[in-house]
Structure formats: structure tokens, C-alpha cells
């Protein structure tokens, strides 16, 4: 789990990337929550997906935002962090230039910029949102959202009612193509005190199964 620093838009940012020993290993970014709350990208959440995802054999990283931890900068209301994102991006796409593939996943305010990341690189294949802040942010820019993904959200949050994100889901699987594999865990809150487990097997499923498919996809090609 090397640690790395690379040239984000305010300074430079700090990150942990794992890299697969796989030829032309999918790559996968995952982020923290909000920075002005205590998020880092050591979040048990955060850290928990990026474990998965190098579990599957994915080349990983997750970083911590501007003015969080070794990241030079200042918190930017989540704009400059959505340009930090991309220039992680940019650096593991520059390391893995032949990848077989691109996942962005975030929790909570992680999952917002995740999302915006989502329409603005047209080469992210897959993501996950886990307790997507839809109470808080305007989630109105997915449209159209470019592809399907996996959101999760706790039935007790009382950070998130849950019927926001019922609500952001149901709006985009009425949308051409896309199909949001929905979970909702019944008694968890906006912390998932006790549910790393029930996420990292969640994950696992959703993007096994999407990676399978793509296999058959290319195959049939």
C-alpha cells in the first residue's frame, strides 16, 4: 500500500495505490467523505472499498482531498475537490495507460464528487455511491447519467433520509439504459457502524458482476 503524492490543481495530494500485478487490470478511485467533517481517506467506509476493489484484482487508490491530511490546499465546497478527483485520475490513468477499465466510488460527500466525476469522463465504466448526500446536494446534473452503477444507503440515516435517495434512484432508472442496483440496509445509519462486512460483499457482487459481463461483452466482439 505505498503511499504517493502527485500534482493535484492547488498543490500537491496524498494518496495510497495499490497496483496489480495483472496486465491491463481495471483501475478503480475511491473517495472519502466531507473534509470539513472529518473524512480522510482512511474512513473505515473509504478504506473498507478500497480493499475490495484490490481484492478483484484492480489497480486502486484512494487519496485525501485538498487541506485534508499531507494534501496541500484549502477545502473548495466541493468544486476544487471534483478537479482533485481528476487529476487522480489522470495520474493513475498516466501509471495504467492500457487499463481494462475505470471505477469511481465514494461515500457520502465522496459519492457526490464521485458523481460529478461520472459526467465529466466519458471513460469511467462503473461506480458505486454509498449514502449519496441527495438531502444536501442537487443530484440534477445526471442528466442523462451515462451508465448504471451501485448506490447504498442506510434505512435509519438521519443525516440522508433515505427517501431522498429512493427518490434519486427511481429519477434515474426512468432514464434510457441505466439501472441503479439499489440496496438498502435495514438497520444502518449514515456511519454503517456495523455493516463493513454487508459493503465490502455488496461491492464485491455488483462489480463482479459487471465486470463478467463486460468479459462476455469483448468475447462476443
Not at 75 to 103: C, H, K, R, T
Request: glycine share 12%.
Amino acid at each position: 500500500m505505498p503511499e504517493v503524492m502527485f500534482a493535484g490543481p492547488d498543490g500537491r495530494l496524498e494518496g495510497r495505490y495499490h497496483h496489480s500485478k495483472k496486465a491491463g487490470a481495471p483501475l478503480a478511485l475511491v473517495l472519502h467523505p466531507h473534509p470539513m467533517h472529518g473524512g480522510t481517506m482512511n474512513n473505515r467506509i473509504t478504506y473498507t472499498m478500497y480493499q475490495t476493489f484490490q481484492k478483484m484484482g484492480f489497480s486502486v487508490m484512494r487519496f485525501n482531498f485538498r487541506g485534508v491530511g499531507r494534501s496541500q490546499g484549502r477545502y473548495d465546497g466541493g468544486f476544487g475537490e471534483i478537479n482533485d478527483a481528476a487529476a487522480a485520475l489522470d495520474w493513475m490513468q498516466m501509471v495504467n495507460p492500457n487499463s481494462g477499465g475505470l471505477w469511481i466510488a465514494g461515500y457520502s460527500f465522496g459519492a457526490f464528487v464521485g458523481m460529478q466525476l461520472l459526467m465529466r469522463r466519458p471513460e469511467i465504466s462503473g461506480w458505486v455511491s454509498i449514502a449519496p448526500p441527495a438531502a444536501h446536494y442537487d443530484f440534477g446534473f445526471l442528466a442523462p447519467c451515462p451508465t448504471g452503477g451501485l448506490m447504498m444507503h442506510g434505512e435509519l440515516d438521519d443525516m440522508v433520509p433515505e427517501p431522498s435517495v429512493r427518490k434519486l434512484v427511481d429519477k434515474l432508472n426512468t432514464q434510457k439504459g441505466v439501472k441503479v442496483d439499489y440496496r438498502v440496509l435495514a438497520d444502518a445509519d449514515h456511519i454503517f457502524a456495523n455493516h463493513v462486512d454487508t459493503i465490502a460483499e455488496a461491492v464485491e457482487d455488483h462489480v463482479g458482476m459487471k465486470m463478467a459481463a463486460r468479459q462476455m461483452a469483448l468475447a462476443a466482439d
